[in-house]
Protein backbone atom coordinates (compact mmCIF):
# COMPACT_ATOMS: atom_id res chain seq x y z
CA UNK A 1 0.00 0.00 0.00
CA UNK A 2 1.53 3.42 -1.09
CA UNK A 3 2.33 5.48 2.20
CA UNK A 4 -0.15 8.46 2.56
CA UNK A 5 0.83 12.09 2.49
CA UNK A 6 1.42 13.56 6.21
CA UNK A 7 -0.07 16.87 6.53
CA UNK A 8 -0.15 18.85 9.60
CA UNK A 9 -2.75 21.75 9.99
CA UNK A 10 -1.47 25.03 11.63
CA UNK A 11 -4.55 27.37 12.24
CA UNK A 12 -5.51 29.49 15.69
CA UNK A 13 -9.23 28.68 15.06
CA UNK A 14 -10.08 24.93 16.01
CA UNK A 15 -13.55 25.03 13.62
CA UNK A 16 -10.80 25.63 10.42
CA UNK A 17 -8.47 22.74 12.11
CA UNK A 18 -11.61 20.34 12.39
CA UNK A 19 -12.68 20.83 9.28
CA UNK A 20 -9.23 20.35 7.42
CA UNK A 21 -8.65 17.41 9.30
CA UNK A 22 -12.07 16.63 8.24
CA UNK A 23 -11.42 17.32 4.51
CA UNK A 24 -7.74 15.47 4.61
CA UNK A 25 -8.36 12.57 6.32
CA UNK A 26 -11.61 11.68 3.82
CA UNK A 27 -9.04 11.30 1.04
CA UNK A 28 -7.45 7.64 0.90
CA UNK A 29 -4.40 8.99 -0.22
CA UNK A 30 -3.46 11.64 2.99
CA UNK A 31 -3.94 11.96 6.78
CA UNK A 32 -3.75 14.76 9.12
CA UNK A 33 -0.69 13.70 11.84
CA UNK A 34 -1.07 16.64 13.97
CA UNK A 35 -3.07 20.00 14.55
CA UNK A 36 -1.80 23.01 16.13
CA UNK A 37 -3.05 25.76 16.79
CA UNK A 38 0.34 28.46 16.50
CA UNK A 39 3.41 28.13 14.71
CA UNK A 40 5.16 27.53 17.97
CA UNK A 41 3.52 23.88 18.86
CA UNK A 42 3.94 23.66 14.73
CA UNK A 43 7.49 23.91 15.67
CA UNK A 44 7.80 20.70 17.89
CA UNK A 45 5.25 19.06 15.66
CA UNK A 46 7.16 19.44 13.02
CA UNK A 47 10.11 17.28 14.56
CA UNK A 48 8.37 15.02 16.03
CA UNK A 49 5.99 14.21 12.89
CA UNK A 50 8.20 14.72 10.09
CA UNK A 51 4.91 15.57 7.54
CA UNK A 52 4.78 16.17 3.69
CA UNK A 53 2.94 18.90 3.69
CA UNK A 54 1.85 21.85 5.95
CA UNK A 55 -1.20 24.30 5.83
CA UNK A 56 -0.67 27.15 7.51
CA UNK A 57 -3.53 29.86 8.11
CA UNK A 58 -1.80 33.61 7.44
CA UNK A 59 -3.12 35.83 10.52
CA UNK A 60 -2.24 33.89 13.82
CA UNK A 61 -1.37 35.36 17.23
CA UNK A 62 1.74 34.87 18.68
CA UNK A 63 3.42 34.65 15.44
CA UNK A 64 1.83 35.38 11.92
CA UNK A 65 1.82 32.82 9.41
CA UNK A 66 4.08 34.80 7.22
CA UNK A 67 7.11 35.31 9.78
CA UNK A 68 6.66 31.26 10.19
CA UNK A 69 7.08 30.51 6.85
CA UNK A 70 10.16 32.79 6.74
CA UNK A 71 11.80 31.12 9.50
CA UNK A 72 10.86 28.03 8.43
CA UNK A 73 12.04 28.06 4.74
CA UNK A 74 15.30 29.48 5.71
CA UNK A 75 15.77 26.19 8.64
CA UNK A 76 13.66 23.76 7.43
CA UNK A 77 12.09 23.94 3.89
CA UNK A 78 9.03 21.83 3.05
CA UNK A 79 6.16 22.21 0.86
CA UNK A 80 3.52 24.71 2.42
CA UNK A 81 0.03 25.73 1.43
CA UNK A 82 -1.17 28.53 3.00
CA UNK A 83 -4.84 28.80 4.28
CA UNK A 84 -5.78 32.76 4.20
CA UNK A 85 -8.74 35.09 4.28
CA UNK A 86 -10.11 36.55 1.41
CA UNK A 87 -8.98 40.04 2.54
CA UNK A 88 -6.67 42.92 0.50
CA UNK A 89 -5.05 42.59 3.08
CA UNK A 90 -4.96 38.83 3.52
CA UNK A 91 -3.91 38.60 -0.48
CA UNK A 92 -0.83 41.07 -0.08
CA UNK A 93 0.34 38.91 2.59
CA UNK A 94 -0.40 35.19 1.01
CA UNK A 95 1.29 36.63 -1.86
CA UNK A 96 4.50 37.73 -0.01
CA UNK A 97 4.16 33.81 1.33
CA UNK A 98 3.85 32.53 -2.72
CA UNK A 99 7.71 34.99 -2.68
CA UNK A 100 8.95 33.39 0.49
CA UNK A 101 8.14 29.91 -1.12
CA UNK A 102 4.72 28.68 0.01
CA UNK A 103 3.37 26.09 -2.81
CA UNK A 104 0.13 27.22 -3.41
CA UNK A 105 -2.94 28.64 -0.91
CA UNK A 106 -6.33 28.09 -0.19
CA UNK A 107 -8.81 30.98 0.24
CA UNK A 108 -11.48 30.95 3.46
CA UNK A 109 -14.95 32.01 2.80
CA UNK A 110 -15.98 34.66 3.99
CA UNK A 111 -19.52 33.69 5.54
CA UNK A 112 -20.73 30.12 6.66
CA UNK A 113 -16.69 28.79 6.83
CA UNK A 114 -17.89 24.92 7.41
CA UNK A 115 -19.73 24.86 4.17
CA UNK A 116 -17.74 26.96 1.97
CA UNK A 117 -14.70 24.98 3.21
CA UNK A 118 -15.93 21.32 2.55
CA UNK A 119 -17.22 22.78 -0.75
CA UNK A 120 -13.44 23.53 -1.53
CA UNK A 121 -12.65 19.40 -0.57
CA UNK A 122 -11.43 18.56 -3.89
CA UNK A 123 -9.62 21.89 -4.27
CA UNK A 124 -7.81 21.84 -1.10
CA UNK A 125 -6.93 17.72 -1.87
CA UNK A 126 -5.64 18.25 -5.41
CA UNK A 127 -3.53 21.45 -3.72
CA UNK A 128 -1.70 19.51 -1.12
CA UNK A 129 -1.08 16.79 -3.41
CA UNK A 130 0.53 19.12 -5.88
CA UNK A 131 2.51 20.47 -3.09
CA UNK A 132 3.52 16.85 -1.91
CA UNK A 133 5.46 16.36 -4.96
CA UNK A 134 6.52 20.09 -5.68
CA UNK A 135 9.90 21.52 -6.02
CA UNK A 136 10.92 23.70 -3.23
CA UNK A 137 12.04 26.99 -4.37
CA UNK A 138 14.85 29.39 -2.79
CA UNK A 139 12.71 32.42 -1.07
CA UNK A 140 12.59 35.08 -3.51
CA UNK A 141 14.82 37.95 -2.84
CA UNK A 142 12.91 41.06 -1.29
CA UNK A 143 11.53 44.13 -3.09
CA UNK A 144 14.58 45.73 -1.93
CA UNK A 145 16.88 43.86 -3.44
CA UNK A 146 19.33 45.14 -6.35
CA UNK A 147 16.63 45.23 -9.44
CA UNK A 148 17.11 42.28 -11.98
CA UNK A 149 19.36 43.67 -14.95
CA UNK A 150 16.89 44.59 -18.02
CA UNK A 151 17.54 42.91 -21.41
CA UNK A 152 17.38 45.03 -24.77
CA UNK A 153 14.61 44.09 -27.37
CA UNK A 154 15.93 42.64 -30.77
CA UNK A 155 14.53 45.71 -33.50
CA UNK A 156 11.52 44.53 -35.08
CA UNK A 157 9.05 45.76 -37.34
CA UNK A 158 6.45 43.41 -35.51
CA UNK A 159 4.18 43.71 -33.11
CA UNK A 160 4.46 40.12 -31.40
CA UNK A 161 1.71 39.27 -28.25
CA UNK A 162 3.21 37.17 -25.85
CA UNK A 163 0.22 35.19 -24.31
CA UNK A 164 1.14 33.06 -20.96
CA UNK A 165 -0.93 30.41 -19.24
CA UNK A 166 0.19 29.07 -15.78
CA UNK A 167 -1.19 27.38 -11.78
CA UNK A 168 0.73 26.59 -8.87
CA UNK A 169 3.89 28.03 -8.75
CA UNK A 170 3.64 30.43 -11.50
CA UNK A 171 2.98 33.99 -9.33
CA UNK A 172 6.75 33.52 -9.23
CA UNK A 173 7.50 32.00 -12.03
CA UNK A 174 5.76 35.19 -14.05
CA UNK A 175 7.68 37.58 -12.07
CA UNK A 176 10.62 36.09 -13.16
CA UNK A 177 9.55 36.21 -16.60
CA UNK A 178 8.37 39.86 -16.81
CA UNK A 179 11.31 41.21 -14.11
CA UNK A 180 14.20 41.20 -17.48
CA UNK A 181 11.64 42.34 -20.00
CA UNK A 182 12.07 45.89 -21.07
CA UNK A 183 9.19 48.74 -21.32
CA UNK A 184 9.15 48.36 -24.98
CA UNK A 185 8.24 44.62 -25.02
CA UNK A 186 5.42 42.98 -26.99
CA UNK A 187 1.98 43.14 -25.12
CA UNK A 188 1.62 40.19 -22.89
CA UNK A 189 -1.73 38.56 -21.49
CA UNK A 190 -1.94 36.19 -18.77
CA UNK A 191 -4.32 33.72 -17.31
CA UNK A 192 -2.95 32.08 -14.12
CA UNK A 193 -5.18 30.64 -11.45
CA UNK A 194 -6.56 32.59 -8.94
CA UNK A 195 -9.51 33.32 -7.14
CA UNK A 196 -11.12 36.43 -7.11
CA UNK A 197 -9.34 39.24 -4.92
CA UNK A 198 -6.00 37.94 -5.19
CA UNK A 199 -5.46 39.59 -8.96
CA UNK A 200 -5.24 42.89 -8.51
CA UNK A 201 -2.82 43.17 -6.04
CA UNK A 202 -0.71 40.57 -7.76
CA UNK A 203 -1.15 42.99 -10.71
CA UNK A 204 0.10 45.93 -8.52
CA UNK A 205 3.16 43.74 -7.24
CA UNK A 206 4.59 42.36 -10.61
CA UNK A 207 3.78 46.50 -11.58
CA UNK A 208 5.90 47.57 -8.82
CA UNK A 209 8.97 45.57 -9.76
CA UNK A 210 9.00 45.34 -13.69
CA UNK A 211 9.36 47.83 -16.39
CA UNK A 212 6.08 46.75 -17.79
CA UNK A 213 3.27 47.99 -17.05
CA UNK A 214 0.86 45.42 -15.35
CA UNK A 215 -2.65 45.70 -14.68
CA UNK A 216 -5.74 43.35 -14.01
CA UNK A 217 -7.09 43.30 -17.19
CA UNK A 218 -10.86 45.25 -18.20
CA UNK A 219 -13.25 44.88 -20.88
CA UNK A 220 -12.56 46.28 -24.09
CA UNK A 221 -9.29 47.25 -23.32
CA UNK A 222 -6.84 48.04 -26.02
CA UNK A 223 -3.81 45.57 -26.25
CA UNK A 224 -1.00 47.53 -26.23
CA UNK A 225 3.18 47.55 -26.20
CA UNK A 226 4.88 47.54 -23.57
CA UNK A 227 1.93 46.27 -21.24
CA UNK A 228 0.58 43.33 -19.38
CA UNK A 229 -2.49 42.34 -18.82
CA UNK A 230 -3.49 40.11 -15.95
CA UNK A 231 -6.88 37.75 -15.96
CA UNK A 232 -8.94 38.84 -13.08
CA UNK A 233 -9.53 35.75 -10.78
CA UNK A 234 -12.79 33.66 -10.37
CA UNK A 235 -15.86 34.83 -12.19
CA UNK A 236 -14.79 35.43 -15.51
CA UNK A 237 -12.53 33.93 -18.94
CA UNK A 238 -9.98 36.23 -20.98
CA UNK A 239 -10.07 36.31 -24.16
CA UNK A 240 -7.81 37.83 -27.07
CA UNK A 241 -10.29 39.96 -29.27
CA UNK A 242 -10.42 42.47 -32.75
CA UNK A 243 -11.41 45.98 -32.64
CA UNK A 244 -10.32 46.41 -36.35
CA UNK A 245 -6.54 46.82 -36.63
CA UNK A 246 -6.23 46.43 -32.96
CA UNK A 247 -6.41 43.78 -30.54
CA UNK A 248 -8.32 44.01 -27.40
CA UNK A 249 -9.17 42.08 -24.10
CA UNK A 250 -12.13 40.43 -24.30
CA UNK A 251 -13.77 39.03 -20.61
CA UNK A 252 -16.90 36.93 -20.40
CA UNK A 253 -18.53 34.58 -17.89
CA UNK A 254 -18.51 31.16 -18.95
CA UNK A 255 -18.94 27.77 -17.03
CA UNK A 256 -15.54 26.69 -15.89
CA UNK A 257 -13.23 25.11 -18.28
CA UNK A 258 -10.98 22.18 -17.66
CA UNK A 259 -12.50 23.19 -13.73
CA UNK A 260 -10.62 26.88 -14.03
CA UNK A 261 -12.51 30.38 -14.57
CA UNK A 262 -10.15 32.06 -15.61
CA UNK A 263 -8.69 29.23 -18.31
CA UNK A 264 -5.77 28.99 -19.46
CA UNK A 265 -7.05 27.06 -22.90
CA UNK A 266 -9.80 29.98 -23.13
CA UNK A 267 -7.06 32.36 -23.66
CA UNK A 268 -4.48 30.85 -25.78
CA UNK A 269 -7.44 29.26 -28.35
CA UNK A 270 -8.31 33.06 -28.39
CA UNK A 271 -5.25 33.74 -29.25
CA UNK A 272 -5.09 30.77 -32.46
CA UNK A 273 -7.89 32.49 -34.00
CA UNK A 274 -7.05 36.06 -33.48
CA UNK A 275 -3.49 36.52 -33.54
CA UNK A 276 -2.08 32.76 -35.02
CA UNK A 277 1.63 33.30 -36.14
CA UNK A 278 1.87 36.91 -34.37
CA UNK A 279 2.05 34.81 -30.69
CA UNK A 280 4.17 33.42 -29.15
CA UNK A 281 2.53 30.88 -26.59
CA UNK A 282 4.48 30.12 -23.24
CA UNK A 283 2.80 27.61 -21.05
CA UNK A 284 4.52 27.45 -17.21
CA UNK A 285 4.30 25.74 -13.95
CA UNK A 286 1.16 24.15 -13.11
CA UNK A 287 -0.64 21.42 -11.99
CA UNK A 288 -3.37 19.80 -14.20
CA UNK A 289 -3.61 20.11 -18.15
CA UNK A 290 -5.38 23.60 -18.69
CA UNK A 291 -3.73 25.19 -21.12
CA UNK A 292 -2.15 22.15 -23.49
CA UNK A 293 -4.74 21.74 -25.99
CA UNK A 294 -4.98 25.44 -26.66
CA UNK A 295 -0.76 25.57 -26.87
CA UNK A 296 -1.61 23.17 -29.73
CA UNK A 297 -3.76 24.83 -31.62
CA UNK A 298 -2.00 27.94 -30.92
CA UNK A 299 1.38 26.10 -32.61
CA UNK A 300 -1.31 24.80 -35.32
CA UNK A 301 -1.75 28.31 -36.31
CA UNK A 302 1.65 29.52 -37.03
CA UNK A 303 2.44 30.49 -33.22
CA UNK A 304 5.76 30.01 -31.77
CA UNK A 305 5.34 28.07 -28.33
CA UNK A 306 7.18 27.26 -25.42
CA UNK A 307 6.88 25.24 -22.57
CA UNK A 308 8.85 25.33 -19.18
CA UNK A 309 11.17 22.53 -18.23
CA UNK A 310 10.43 20.30 -15.81
CA UNK A 311 14.15 20.74 -13.67
CA UNK A 312 12.59 24.67 -13.31
CA UNK A 313 9.21 24.17 -12.62
CA UNK A 314 7.49 23.75 -9.14
CA UNK A 315 4.85 21.35 -10.33
CA UNK A 316 5.57 19.93 -13.80
CA UNK A 317 1.90 19.53 -14.86
CA UNK A 318 0.18 21.70 -17.11
CA UNK A 319 3.83 22.07 -19.41
CA UNK A 320 4.04 18.10 -18.96
CA UNK A 321 0.83 17.66 -20.66
CA UNK A 322 1.62 20.30 -23.70
CA UNK A 323 5.14 18.37 -24.34
CA UNK A 324 3.03 15.04 -24.65
CA UNK A 325 0.54 16.61 -27.24
CA UNK A 326 3.30 18.00 -28.78
CA UNK A 327 2.04 21.56 -28.43
CA UNK A 328 5.61 23.37 -27.53
CA UNK A 329 7.80 23.77 -30.01
CA UNK A 330 10.13 24.49 -27.41
CA UNK A 331 11.23 23.26 -24.14
CA UNK A 332 12.96 26.14 -21.74
CA UNK A 333 14.22 26.67 -18.40
CA UNK A 334 12.46 29.56 -16.68
CA UNK A 335 15.77 31.40 -16.44
CA UNK A 336 16.23 31.45 -19.83
CA UNK A 337 12.24 32.06 -20.77
CA UNK A 338 12.37 36.25 -21.06
CA UNK A 339 15.48 36.36 -23.45
CA UNK A 340 13.71 33.23 -25.49
CA UNK A 341 10.65 35.22 -26.07
CA UNK A 342 12.67 38.04 -27.04
CA UNK A 343 14.27 36.52 -29.47
CA UNK A 344 11.07 34.92 -30.97
CA UNK A 345 9.98 38.45 -31.12
CA UNK A 346 10.97 39.36 -34.92
CA UNK A 347 10.25 35.55 -36.20
CA UNK A 348 7.60 34.56 -38.68
CA UNK A 349 6.58 37.89 -39.97
CA UNK A 350 3.80 39.91 -39.20
CA UNK A 351 0.55 39.11 -39.72
CA UNK A 352 -2.40 40.65 -38.25
Known sequence: MTQKIKVLCV?????????????????????VVATAPDPYVA??????????????????????????????????PMPVVMVSSLTERGSEITLRA?????????????????????????MI????????????RPAAPAASAPPV????????????????GSSTGGTEAIRTVLQPLPPDSPAILITQHMPAGFTRSFAQRLDSLCAVTVCEAQHGQRVLPGHVYL?????????????????VVELEAGDPVNRHRPSVDVLFRSAAANAGRNAIGVILTGMGKDGAAGLLQMRQAGAHTVAQDEASCVVFGMPREAIALGAAESVVTLNSMSEHILAHVGDRGNRV
Open 231 to 247: APGGEQHMRLGRSGANY
Open 11 to 31: DDSALVRGLMTEIINGQPDME
Open 98 to 122: LELGAIDFVTKPRLGIRDGLLEYTE
Open 149 to 164: ATLKRPLSSSEKLVII
Open 43 to 76: RDLIKRHNPDVLTLDVEMPRMDGLDFLEKLMRLR
Open 125 to 136: ADKIRAASRARI
